[in-house]
T-cell receptor, first 114, second 112 residues
Framework: SQTIHQWPATLVQPVGSPLSLECTVE??????LYWYRQAAGRGLQLLFY??????ISSEVPQNLSASRPQDRQFILSSKKLLLSDSGFYLC?????????????FGSGTRLTVV | GENVEQHPSTLSVQEGDSAVIKCTYSDSASNYFPWYKQELGKRPQLIID?????GEKKDQRIAVTLNKTAKHFSLHITETQPEDSAVYFC???????????FGTGTRLKVLA
């Protein structure tokens, strides 16, 4: 069966520091991968999605970037964090080709920028 | 691209009553509509989904209905229990991409 791993679970970082969040998927090949951010009490904002290695689409202009160095690995990064980057970051995967299987989310990373 | 609207934003019901959450979508070619439940501090979890070739789907106390002509779909929870309290998100799959467009969420409170 497929599983998605995301770490760390919580992170407190100072303003101006770098960020690296990692997500990996097991049990499937060539998945679609996604990064979402959820502000406290708010909805799910799609940040990036990827349909293959090195293929990244950005949904909103921001202080973050994403990379997909391997088929089942998706990384969210920032060179210098802002206070507004605080939030709950969720990675998700779906079957390639959009076969109608819903997203499965990772357990999330709660980032607090201080 | 797809746009999804969700109502209401908050909903309070007495335990044992029914709850209904409604969503509308804009892309007539969308063919897949999942619903997610998110408990406080946790990840959204898929609870039920429906494809465009089906009008209704049930799973115990939850059901989803789809009206393709009107481009709206609804989540129905019967005999609500306190553990149903959570935020519920609807979503629609954009026909032009592999993205799922989410509604803004409904915070459901079941009062004991």
């Amino acid at each position: 069966s497929q599983t998605i791993h995301q770490w760390p679970a919580t992170l407190v970082q100072p303003v101006g520091s770098p960020l690296s969040l990692e997500c990996t998927v097991e049990g499937t090949s060539n998945p679609n991968l996604y990064w979402y951010r959820q502000a406290a009490g708010r909805g799910l904002q799609l940040l990036f999605y990827s349909v293959g290695i090195g293929q990244i689409s950005s949904e909103v202009p921001q202080n973050l970037s994403a990379s997909r160095p391997q088929d089942r690995q998706f990384i969210l990064s920032s060179k210098k964090l802002l206070l507004s980057d605080s939030g709950f970051y969720l990675c998700a995967w779906s079957v390639q080709g959009g076969a109608g299987v819903g997203y499965t989310f990772g357990s999330g990373t709660r980032l607090t920028v201080v | 691209g797809e746009n999804v609207e969700q109502h209401p934003s908050t909903l309070s019901v007495q335990e044992g009553d029914s709850a209904v959450i409604k969503c509308t979508y804009s892309d007539s070619a969308s063919n897949y509509f999942p619903w997610y439940k998110q408990e406080l501090g946790k990840r959204p979890q898929l609870i039920i989904d429906i494809r465009s070739n089906v009008g209704e789907k049930k799973d115990q106390r939850i059901a989803v209905t789809l009206n393709k002509t009107a481009k709206h779909f609804s989540l129905h929870i019967t005999e609500t229990q306190p553990e149903d309290s959570a935020v519920y998100f609807c979503a629609a799959r954009d026909s032009g991409t592999y993205k799922y467009i989410f509604g803004t969420g409904t915070r459901l409170k079941v009062l004991a």
